[in-house]
């Protein structure tokens, strides 16, 4: 009967297990779903800032012509990466990623500056060598998303000015189709040449670019400002994408081992049962077989 009731009580926290799985599977689902058309919605953000440096660099092309001095020992990098655990292989993806483009790049470690969102991708930067320089904690929900990105604003704007940072890159997971993600890479600053010069010569939708009563340089500098904002804000959003889409292949394997141990364990109890019940019956014929015997 002792064994009966371990069984029992094995079975009966696997069951538990398995509902809090489920439900994680179910909240993951649903995020999954909000963070792509949360994307949708930058997607057309970004057009209409993009339009606003058009209108920009149409007033004035020539500062696409202007040399841009970088120097490739200063170097910013954000890696984004998860608070909590359970979400599989997300994070040794992006730090991974990170590790074989440092390398590729044959940067010298010196010359980095490592900025980390998320406790647990601190952690797995550590463990394969690097030392980030500033950790900011990921969000609990996307309702606090906003304090956490005016944060890495002023950051960003400590690297330029103050550090004297050239380029800062930013490192997440990017939903590739499904619960498929992959890492990826985006230039922050300084803004890509190449994009301007296409926003250059892209057609103006209309035949009069639109007027505006602040200076050209104050609205350049409010442009690059919003273009660092939402880009930070894509990252953010693509990576708790991913995040859930890792957490949600990881609670479906999760899932399908629970059902096997139930499986185990229920029939470990109905044999225990079943020898429980032979050996009551084995009593009761030997004790009516001895009372026969008088």
């Known amino acids: 009967m002792q064994m009966l009731e371990a069984i029992k009580k094995k079975i ?19 995020n999954i779903h909000y963070h792509t058309r949360a994307v949708e919605a930058i997607t057309e953000y970004h057009q209409s800032i993009e339009m606003g440096f058009q209108a920009l660099l149409k007033e004035k092309p020539e ?44 940067f010298n470690y010196s010359q980095l500056k490592i900025a980390v969102i998320g406790e647990r991708a601190e952690e797995q930067l550590k463990e394969i060598g690097y030392q980030p320089a500033a950790r ?11 304090s956490a990105i005016q944060e890495l604003l ?29 890492p990826f890479q985006f230039h922050l600053f300084p803004l890509e040449q190449g994009w301007l010069q296409e926003l250059a010569l892209r057609k103006w939708p209309s035949r ?19 273009f660092f904002y ?17 957490r949600l292949t990881a609670m479906q394997k999760a899932e399908e ?4 141990r139930l499986d185990n364990l229920n029939s470990q109890f109905n044999r225990q049962r079943q020898n429980a019940i032979t050996e009551e019956l084995l009593d009761i ?10």
Request: aromatic share 12%.
């Open 12 to 30: 009966g926290s696997a069951q538990d297990l398995y509902s809090v799985v489920k439900t994680m599977k179910a909240l993951a689902a649903v």
């Open 208 to 226: 009069n670019l639109p007027l505006y009563t602040l200076s050209w340089d104050q609205l350049l500098s409010s442009f690059i400002h919003q």
């Open 230 to 246: 939402i880009s930070i804000y894509r990252a953010f959003i693509e990576s708790m994408a991913s995040e859930n889409a890792s």
């Open 63 to 106: 500062i696409l012509k202007k040399p841009i001095l970088r120097n490739e020992r200063r170097m910013g990098i954000i890696v984004f990466g998860s608070q909590r655990g359970m979400a599989g292989k997300f994070n040794v993806m992006i730090a991974n990623s990170f590790m074989e483009w440092e390398r590729a790049k044959a």
């Open 257 to 260: 081992n629970i059902e096997e």
């Open 136 to 146: 900011i904690d990921f969000p609990e929900s996307r309702h606090n998303l906003n």
């Open 154 to 182: 002023i950051l960003v704007e400590l690297w330029r000015f103050r550090e004297k940072i050239d380029d800062i890159y930013l490192f997440y997971n990017k939903l590739k189709r499904g619960v498929i993600f992959e």
């Open 285 to 294: 014929i030997a004790g009516f077989e001895a009372l026969a015997k008088y």
